[in-house]
Nanobody
Framework: QVRLVESGGGLAQPGGSLRVSCKAS??????????TAWYRQSPGKDREMVAD???????NYADSVKGRFTISRDNAGNMMYLQMNSLKPEDTAVYFC?????????WGPGSQVAVSS
């Protein structure tokens, strides 16, 4: 079982930076055995994958955020992060962290990010 809680986010100006964090409380398997990802959802749109980092450390990014966002994880602290630079208004969304292994996926409740001048 995994419980996830996001923090960070908030309001930024276009071109600015924000970081969202996610703390995992894990029972059973060690956090390092899970893949982790960040998704986002804007009003009226489907939830979309933003960035993913596997248990082996391989990263994958949506084309819309490549070169601007960086996903990372701290297995010792059961933490994952999404550093967001050069923010655009279209990055405004609720950001969700998840962890997954096999057919199991666990989601956090989400953290609002707004980019506006």
């Amino acid at each position: 079982q995994v419980r996830l809680v996001e923090s960070g986010g908030g309001l930024a100006q276009p071109g600015g930076s924000l970081r969202v964090s996610c703390k995992a409380s894990v029972s059973g398997l060690d956090f390092s055995w899970y893949g982790t990802a960040w998704y986002r959802q804007s009003p009226g749109k489907d939830r979309e994958m933003v960035a993913d980092i596997t248990s082996g450390g391989t990263t994958n990014y949506a084309d819309s955020v490549k070169g601007r966002f960086t996903i990372s994880r701290d297995n010792a602290g059961n933490m994952m992060y999404l550093q967001m630079n050069s923010l655009k208004p279209e990055d405004t969304a609720v950001y969700f962290c998840n962890v997954y292994r096999g057919g199991a996926i666990f989601w956090g409740p989400g953290s609002q990010v707004a980019v506006s001048s």
